[in-house]
């Protein structure tokens, strides 16, 4: 079991840039950063201690879904899950910044198109507007803010990609049908580097303060 955490493990930074603006936000509400104690801030950006608690739980939702409810307080150590969601969450908060620095921005008409195709508001497989309307007003949160946060994610998974596009290999040695898998595996895990590589570097130069006793 603890070999499969591990490899759930390792693909946790990823995971997380993906889903956790969906994680964070669903139950929450809008939250008063002005008044609200920060976890962490990252340049005039504060990661609020709400927001971390609220996306620490849903971590913990995955793993125990990924490891149907075998998901332990000892694995939860050993996989470091507190630290990983906070360094997940300021990652994302370092990447939002570069990609409003360099212009990446999500049209009204792919925000239109995410929403409508969203699993979570449809109805006999059409979007319904009567169900997402019901399922933001039940999530505590208004069409705006949701779309606000819905837009975010987006822009994230933009940024993925133009970092990932920056990484191929050649199909040298590579058009045997059984090496395929192994080849996307490869690219995937190489992608990922190039993230956590490129966020890294953006960090060292962004003023990033945390309050680390927060969580300990």
């Known amino acids: 079991m603890l070999k499969a955490m591990r490899k759930h493990a390792k693909f946790f930074y990823v995971l997380f840039f993906i889903v956790i603006l969906s994680f964070i936000f669903w139950g929450v509400g809008t939250v008063d950063k002005s008044t609200a ?30 490891t149907k409810g075998t998901f332990t307080e000892e694995m939860e150590k050993q996989l470091n899950l507190k630290q990983k969601v906070l360094d997940s969450l300021i990652d994302e908060m370092v990447l939002m910044a570069e990609a409003k620095k360099i212009g990446i ?12 195709n969203d699993p979570a508001f449809l109805r006999d497989g059409k979007f319904s507007k009567d ?19 819905k837009r975010k994610e987006l822009i994230l998974s933009k ?14 040695g590579m058009k045997d049908p059984a090496l395929a898998n192994a080849r996307q595996a490869l690219l995937s895990q190489m992608r ?17 303060k945390v309050n680390q006793q927060l969580i300990s």
């Open 131 to 149: 169900v997402y309307l019901r399922t933001l007003q039940l999530s505590r949160m208004t069409p705006e803010y949701f779309e606000s946060m």
């Open 192 to 208: 990922e580097q190039a993230v956590k590589s490129y966020v890294e570097g953006l960090k060292k130069q962004m003023k990033i």
């Open 105 to 116: 921005q999500v049209s009204d008409a792919e925000l239109e198109e995410a929403i409508v």
């Open 37 to 66: 104690v920060p976890i962490a801030e990252v340049g005039k950006e504060k990661i609020t201690l709400e927001e971390y608690w609220t996306a620490y739980d849903r971590a913990r939702e995955f793993y125990r879904n990924i």
């Open 159 to 172: 940024m993925h990609r133009l970092i990932g596009e920056s990484i191929d290999l050649t199909d040298e």
